[in-house]
């Protein structure tokens, strides 16, 4: 892949899309929105390039996760915890992290490509587009799921974008 080319996008989903409702609850996460929105974003954009899972063997797919807040929801419910001085569930520890949802989406798809999460510090999609392209100009991976989501400060899901980017034909 030539650095003046760019990436491909092979495909690109977002979520919600006309239709949707909430995303379907992804299990072993609780209480929040946001890694059942990254997993119904991820599962949209990689089946429509790779139909059911897994991905093709020999295809090194690196997810790239990107979001300034993070989960709101996760976080706001141990602070409130934490304050009234009450126990924080186990799951809250595994989930806290934003990388154990890109782990989630990346053991149930068989990608073997590394995994990074960003807290963009310029434009989302141009920061996380650019950590993707080095992935797979270092020859990191063969493709790159890039997760875009912020989630809505009023505790309603928000929204997310995924784009798998790579040298492929669209």
């Known amino acids: 892949m030539s650095a003046?080319?760019?990436p491909r996008v092979l495909a690109e989903a977002r979520w919600p899309e006309p239709g949707d409702g909430a995303p379907p609850p992804v299990p072993g996460f609780v209480h929040s929105?946001?890694?059942?929105?990254?997993?119904?974003?991820?599962?949209?954009?990689?089946?429509?390039?790779?139909g059911a899972r897994p991905v093709p063997a020999g295809t090194r797919t690196a997810v790239?996760?990107?979001?300034?807040?993070?989960?709101?929801?996760?976080?706001?419910?141990?602070r409130a915890t934490v304050a009234a001085g009450g126990r924080i569930g186990p799951l809250f520890f595994f989930q806290s992290v934003p990388n154990s949802v890109a782990g989630h989406i990346a053991a149930r798809w068989g990608l073997d490509g590394p995994v990074v999460c960003l807290s963009?510090?310029?434009?989302?999609?141009?920061?996380?587009?650019?950590?993707?392209?080095?992935?797979l100009y270092d020859?990191?991976?063969d493709e790159a799921l890039l997760i875009l989501i912020?989630?809505?400060p009023d505790g309603t899901p928000g929204e997310a974008t995924a784009v798998l980017l790579g040298e492929g034909t669209p």
């Not at 963009?120 to 992935?135: I, K, M, N, Q, V």
């Open 64 to 78: 790239v996760l990107v979001s300034a807040s993070g989960d709101r929801a996760s976080a706001e419910h141990v």
């Open 139 to 141: 020859g990191d991976a």
């Open 150 to 152: 912020e989630q809505a």
């Open 120 to 135: 963009p510090t310029g434009e989302p999609r141009a920061d996380g587009t650019a950590e993707a392209e080095l992935l």
């Open 4 to 6: 003046a080319s760019g």
């Open 33 to 50: 929105a946001f890694p059942p929105l990254v997993a119904a974003v991820a599962d949209r954009c990689l089946t429509r390039r790779h």
